[in-house]
């Protein structure tokens, strides 16, 4: 006759924590006999098949959702694969339109050039056309000058209208209004080629060192030009640290004007034709 063990719970649990699981590393082939010996003890069949059939139906819906999802992804990637086509047109579309925009900044630039080179040559045609302007105006203070115009002219003064017209006839560009004083009164005093205190007036441009002295005659005649020597011979006594210069303006002058004119030392101004 066996004699009954009973065991204390320490000691069962000892087995059950300590014994059991070093059996099974043990022996490896008792693991089915304790696995049914443990469920028959503490789960009845009806619950593990209840168990299993939750798990097929688990893993039935994990296959549908993975199914499903594995179909998603695959219309995901057909979608994708179609952006990507569509995306790649458009960037070939878009280098297409590089090239174009490329080209259109290179017309663009040599456009730029163009007009570029078009304002240079206007520029220098507004020049031009200012510079003409300005020896047209001169000119024309040169004729009035010498046909004795000079009084009716309005809007400028007397002083530019001369400084404008003896730029053009002693070709003096250097020639400003500030240089020309006009009515100068001048006095012999001692005598030397008028009476003594007899006064004259004379019209000059005075530079640094230099009275250029001028007289105009529309219609000369050689006595114009004697009288105009003795004012020229007067201003070099009256100022010897200055070059004087006596200049004879007069339109189409007459042989025997030219003629007086080198006799007596006096430059005789060409007109703009006969420069």
């Known amino acids: 006759m066996m004699t009954k063990i009973v065991l204390s719970d320490e000691e069962l649990l000892e087995i059950l924590e300590t014994r059991i699981p070093a059996l099974l590393e043990r022996r490896p082939d008792l693991w089915r006999r304790v696995y049914s010996a443990w469920m028959d003890t503490f789960a009845k069949r009806e619950e ?11 893993s039935d819906r994990l296959t549908s959702f993975e199914a499903a999802t594995t179909e998603r992804f695959d219309h995901l ?18 280098d297409k339109f590089g090239e174009r925009m490329d080209k259109f900044d290179e017309r663009m630039g040599k456009f730029d050039e163009r007009m570029g080179k078009f304002d240079e040559r206007m ?6 056309m200012e510079k003409f302007g300005a020896e047209l105006a001169d000119t024309r203070a040169w004729f009035e000058l010498t046909v004795g115009r000079l009084q009716t002219r309005a809007g400028r003064n ?21 240089m020309i004083k006009l009515r100068q009164k001048i006095v012999d005093r001692e ?27 529309s219609a000369a005649k050689p006595g114009d030009v004697d009288d105009f020597a003795e004012k020229v011979t007067l201003l070099r006594h009256i100022h ?4 004087v210069r006596g200049v004879f303006i007069t ?13 007596l030392g006096i430059e005789l101004a060409p007109t703009p034709q006969s420069a």
């Open 48 to 58: 593990v098949a209840a168990i299993m059939v939750e798990l097929r139906q688990l």
């Open 77 to 94: 990637d057909e979608r994708m694969g179609k952006f990507d086509e569509r995306m790649g047109k458009f960037d070939e579309r878009m």
């Open 123 to 128: 520029g220098k045609f507004d020049e031009r």
């Open 158 to 178: 007397l002083e530019d209208v001369v400084a404008s017209a003896l730029r053009i006839g002693l070709k003096r560009p250097d020639v400003r209004a500030d």
């Open 191 to 217: 005598g030397i080629v008028y009476k003594p205190g007899q006064q004259k007036e004379v019209d000059l441009v005075a530079s640094n060192g230099e009275y250029l002295v001028f007289e105009v005659k």
């Open 240 to 243: 010897p640290e200055k070059q």
């Open 251 to 263: 339109l189409a002058p007459e042989a025997d004007v030219q003629q007086r004119c080198r006799e």
